[in-house]
């Protein structure tokens, strides 16, 4: 699939140093992870039943889909509660 426009965006900055998901350093106010109730600490382990083990594994996952699209995102908290949640992807920055 070639994508053209603004990628789909969900809004989160990712810490590099993660293993075993994508770790959130920080939520975009107003974006669709901000209203899911992700935040800063948690990490990001599937993203539309895709197993996301990295940061570049999360980019990856998102970059199969587009603007609009609705992926359901699983992610476990600082205190080690699993959560999941659908989410309405927005555009984002051009690449």
Not at 38 to 53: I, M
Request: negative net charge; charged residues 10%.
């Amino acid at each position: 699939m070639i994508q053209h426009g603004a990628p789909a965006f969900l809004g989160v900055q990712l810490a590099q140093d993660a293993t075993g998901g994508a770790t959130i350093s920080g939520v975009v106010d107003g974006s669709p992870a901000a209203e899911a109730g992700l935040q800063a600490g948690d990490t990001v382990t599937a993203v539309g039943g895709t197993t996301v083990d990295s940061a570049d594994a999360l980019s990856s996952a998102l970059a199969k889909h587009n603007p609009g699209d609705q992926v359901q995102i699983t992610w476990v908290d600082s205190t080690g509660s699993t959560h999941s949640a659908t989410i309405t992807l927005v555009a984002g920055p051009a690449a």
